[in-house]
């Protein structure tokens, strides 16, 4: 299951993190692939992004465009 070492791997203070999984994409069939991640590992506030795209659309950018 892919994802699963990824998700028992946060609660573990470490440095790196794999997660291996199959890819059966290339002519000589299946191989095996490992992604590693290094640390730190950013968790993103989806509500506080959301209120920066959110107050940046509604400036008014008229003025800094030409006419």
């Not at 470490?14 to 590992?41: C, H, K, N, W």
Request: charged fraction near 25%.
């Amino acid at each position: 299951m892919r994802g699963s070492s990824l998700m028992s791997s946060r609660k573990r203070p470490t440095s790196a993190m794999a997660d291996t999984f199959p890819v059966d994409t290339l002519p000589v069939g299946p191989v095996e692939r490992t992604i590693r991640y290094q640390a730190p590992f950013v968790r993103p506030n989806r509500e506080q992004d959301d209120r920066t795209a959110w107050a940046f659309f509604q400036q008014d950018h008229t003025k800094d465009s030409p006419a």
